[in-house]
């Protein structure tokens, strides 16, 4: 799985939109991109996932660039409760361990009144 | 979306003891599960591959006979953390890829161990 470089931490007021980058340039033709976020002492939780268009769903909206070497999660309207550690991972849907993931060390979003 | 569950969600045990930890599938099936481990402030590092009716494959580095784990059935693995020690104290967490067409996977809440 390819691998992603993301910020290690980033502040966003309270009501304002929260974009979170990824770099994944190594990433393949048969791999998604997915997010997930880990708010402290849970387990992770799905967000959203995308292979080359833009996604949006109830939670955030993914952007994914015309090369697939970057991508962008954007939470519209962002609230103390989304204060977590976000991960963006590389996964093909194809490998023969569906479902494993690689973590890298995420971003911390840290939401302020 | 899917739900796993795991038991307990916290533990604490005496050094040498063994834990068991449980992680379900509550409504769908799930051939496969993830075992996860994360030490505080580092993130999510891969143990295992839990497969039913099979071994399971572990990561390198990771002691297969000190984590012992049982895909009893589709809906149910278990992590068992034997002759435990001060430095298994973590986050232990498992996943369960759904059979949707994407593989979201599905993580549970995680089981907290602390060995004294």
């Known amino acids: 799985d390819a691998k992603t470089t993301q910020p290690p931490s980033m502040d966003c007021a309270e009501g304002r939109a929260a974009n979170l980058p990824c770099n994944h340039s190594?990433?393949?033709?048969?791999?998604?991109v997915y997010w997930y976020r880990q708010i402290h002492s849970q387990g992770p939780q799905y967000i959203i996932h995308?292979?080359?268009n833009n996604e949006t769903n109830e939670m955030a909206s993914l952007i994914i660039t015309e090369d697939r070497k970057s991508s962008t999660l954007i939470l519209p309207h962002a609230t103390l409760r989304d204060t977590a550690v976000y991960y963006c991972?590389?996964?093909?849907?194809?490998?023969?361990?569906?479902?494993?993931?690689?973590f890298g060390d995420g971003t911390t979003l840290t939401v302020k009144p | 979306g899917a739900v796993v569950s795991q038991h307990p969600s916290r533990v604490i045990c005496k050094s040498g003891t063994s834990v068991k930890i449980e992680c379900r599938s509550l409504?769908?099936?799930?051939?496969?599960m993830f075992w996860y481990r994360q030490f505080p402030k580092q993130s999510l590092m891969l143990m295992a591959t839990?497969?039913?009716?099979?071994?399971?494959?572990?990561e390198q580095g990771v002691e297969k006979d000190k984590f012992l784990i049982n895909h009893a059935s589709l809906t149910l693995s278990t992590l068992t953390v034997t002759s435990a020690h001060p430095e298994d104290s973590s986050f232990y967490i498992c996943?369960?890829?759904?059979?949707?067409?994407?593989?979201?996977?599905?993580f549970g809440p995680g089981t907290r161990l602390t060995v004294l």
């Open positions: 996943s369960a890829p759904s059979a949707g067409r994407y593989n979201e996977q599905f």
């Open positions: 190594t990433i393949s033709g048969n791999e998604y």
């Open positions: 995308g292979l080359k």
């Open positions: 991972i590389v996964r093909s849907i194809y490998n023969t361990n569906a479902g494993k993931s690689t």
């Open positions: 409504d769908f099936q799930a051939t496969t």
């Open positions: 839990s497969n039913e009716g099979s071994k399971a494959t572990y």
